[in-house]
């Protein structure tokens, strides 16, 4: 779903035939009212709580539809949504419209809660039919949850996305770095304007049908057996997807994961990097993430860390047969495409941020590259500073005891 007041579409082509990804900065790409402004482009804007950050958000006008996104179920996240949307419509002293989804209205207004029942009356929803008319309409999102609550938000947003504000309700928190204690005083700083802003960049995944691979100018110094260690990267075998279809097309934030499923052999994968093979996986499987989501999946199965602001994509095998099999990063801009191998004693399964799971057959192919669509978070103390709370928070990461002095 796209915003009525983006005239983008020729520089989008170009931008998606660069395969890159792309820091949007205008006015209507990220909202009616919101303006991202590159440091790049304009030294002389700076943050002063985070004066190193490559972007910053202000509006051209005030803020005044706001969409709120909770965890569902839970009962202390719903307290605070009702704290919130109380301060908001009553206490803020500004005009603000509040959407919530529809399942959110009907759990509010069926528990009891006298004392915000005027507020609660005044939230607006929407239906399928209008669902992108009104969220085309949104100026900031507030997440409230888990980092599974921003991801679930993504999917709301395949396309242009406004900046999101996440409180930290759920377990570990990488993407939800505001705390309910300083909600008001945080709040009224976004609505002012203003603040810095990390592009979280996703991944544009299509699930294509069987691919088609030349093997023409073959030679004795390029061997083209795929079942045998492949000594270098070779422009010989190239991939040629010209006349396939497109299953499924998906945005991811974190990473795609192409497995075994409930298969008791390998997996038998050909990876090809801007339709060149780079490599076979024999294992359980293959991560492609992205930068936010290198702390996830990819972090678990031996990758790097990667901050979200470094334009990239990890490359991570899952359990490989093989010593030598080490996770890569490879530029934002190149497109990979992992295909199941055709003598594969088995077929795969592709996961999109652990949803959306479906069988891919013999021949067919995931192509990732990135999406021009990045999503805006905003940050609480800084870019940097952020990220390294929630390593040291979440992660533990290099906690220690002090040795003892001499």
């Known amino acids: 779903m796209a915003f009525s007041n983006v005239d983008s579409s020729s520089s989008l082509r170009k931008l998606h035939n660069q395969r890159s990804f792309i820091d949007f900065t205008s006015k209507g790409l990220y909202g009616p009212k919101c303006i991202i402004t590159a440091k790049s482009d304009n030294p002389d804007v700076v943050v002063e ?10 509006w051209c006008d005030s803020p005044e539809t706001i969409l709120i ?20 419509i009553k206490e803020s002293g500004r005009d603000l419209t509040v959407i919530v989804e ?3 209205v009907e759990e509010v207004r069926a528990k009891e809660y006298d004392e915000s029942r005027e507020v609660l009356e005044r939230l607006k929803s929407w239906t399928e039919d209008d669902q992108e008319y009104v969220l085309s309409t949104v100026d900031l999102i507030i997440c409230i ?3 599974g609550t921003l991801l ?10 406004p900046p999101i504000m996440a409180f930290h309700m ?20 976004v609505l002012n ?53 497109t299953k499924k097309r998906m945005n991811v934030v974190n990473e795609l994961v192409v497995d075994r499923g409930p298969s008791p052999f390998l997996t038998y994968l050909e990876v090809f990097c801007n339709e060149r093979l780079m490599t076979t996986v024999q294992g359980d499987g293959l991560i492609v993430a992205t930068p936010t989501g290198s702390t996830a999946y ?33 530029p934002a801009g190149v497109e990979i495409l992992v295909k199941v191998a055709h003598d594969s004693r088995s077929t795969a399964w592709v996961g999109f941020d652990g949803r959306n799971r479906q069988e891919i057959k013999h021949g067919e192919s995931v192509v990732v590259t990135a999406s021009p669509w990045a999503i805006p978070t905003i940050n609480n103390t800084g870019h940097v500073t952020d990220w390294f709370d929630s390593l040291a928070e979440c992660l533990h990461w290099n906690a220690r005891k002090q040795q003892k002095p001499k």
């Open 298 to 330: 990819s972090l678990a199965a031996g990758a790097s860390m990667v901050h979200p602001s470094v334009p990239c994509m990890i490359i991570t095998p899952i359990c490989p047969h093989s010593l030598s099999f080490r996770p890569i990063v490879v």
């Open 102 to 104: 529809s399942g959110v």
């Open 69 to 88: 996104i909770k965890k569902i179920g839970d009962k202390e996240v719903t307290e605070k949504f009702v704290e919130l949307c109380t301060y908001l």
């Open 170 to 189: 759920g377990s570990l928190g990488f993407l939800t770095p505001f705390q309910f204690e300083s909600l008001k005083s945080s709040i009224e700083k």
């Open 193 to 245: 304007g203003n603040v810095s802003i990390t592009l979280r960049h996703r991944l544009d995944c299509r699930l294509k049908t069987e691919s088609l691979v030349s093997t023409s100018h073959q030679s004795d110094a390029c061997p083209l057996d795929l079942g045998k260690k492949l000594v270098k990267f070779t422009p010989r075998l190239t991939l040629h997807t010209d006349h396939t279809a």
């Open 49 to 58: 709580d985070d004066p190193s950050c490559e972007h910053h958000m202000t």
């Open 152 to 161: 679930y938000t993504s999917t709301l947003f395949p396309e242009a996305i």
């Open 145 to 147: 949850g888990g980092d």
